[in-house]
T-cell receptor, first 115, second 112 residues
């Protein structure tokens, strides 16, 4: 049973380009979360999605960032017109449900570098 | 939301037990105590969680104080692979109980 798969593992983009980060949740998991870890900082929640729905995007920057989790295929975190400050590790997690009794499974992350 | 406080860093020797403390003095009755760890260059990994009673699994044990204002993650025999940042997180029953709030955690160094 494969874990949460994220790709690419490393992504380099020039300022102004678009970055697309992909996340395939564990089999049977319909809940996906994205977290960002800036250099020397802790992980911060960005967005929570279920199939075809954004449930909570309270941690997502208002501009340039978007996320989707289509009926078929992986969840995508899209960053338009990247800036140097977007350089970070982006982690995706999935779970079979939600709640204080639920374990989240994280992927290995995508390390985005903006040059 | 209730806050947790952990030491910035701790050191241990290989094959010795490690006790990682966490204070959560403002914990509410419906808050579950979760522990995750993050190995270098990896995503976080679930370790254990509990509500009131002590918990054991193959990775670790969780000892919860009777008043629930503190807890301790116990690694019975530390290995080099246990070197990681350990996060103590509270998840509240109801509301946004899917949102993990990671603090700075405790950086555990394991000496060979």
């Amino acid at each position: 049973n494969a874990g949460v798969m994220q790709n690419p593992r490393h992504l380099v983009r020039r300022r102004g380009q678009e970055a697309r980060l992909r996340c395939s949740p564990m089999k049977g998991h319909s809940h996906v979360y994205w977290y960002r870890q800036l250099p020397e900082e802790g992980l911060k929640f960005m967005v929570y999605l279920q199939k075809e729905n954004i449930i909570d995007e309270s941690g997502m920057p208002k501009e340039r960032f978007s996320a989707e989790f289509p009926k078929e295929g992986p969840s995508i975190l899209r960053i338009q017109q990247v800036v140097r400050g977007d350089s970070a590790a982006y982690f995706c997690a999935s779970s079979p449900g939600t709640g204080f009794n639920t374990e989240a499974f994280f992927g290995q992350g995508t390390r985005l570098t903006v040059v | 939301d209730a806050k947790t406080t952990q030491p910035n860093s701790m050191e241990s020797n290989e094959e010795e037990p490690v006790h990682l403390p966490c204070n959560h003095s403002t914990i509410s009755g419906t808050d579950y105590i979760h522990w995750y760890r993050q190995l270098p260059s990896q995503g976080p990994e679930y370790v254990i969680h509990g509500l009131t009673s002590n918990v054991n699994n193959r990775m670790a044990s969780l000892a919860i104080a009777e008043d629930r204002k503190s807890s301790t993650l116990i690694l019975h025999r530390a290995t080099l692979r246990d070197a990681a940042v350990y996060y103590c997180i509270l998840l509240r029953g109801g509301g946004s109980n899917y949102k993990l709030t990671f603090g700075k955690g405790t950086l555990l160094t394991v000496n060979p």
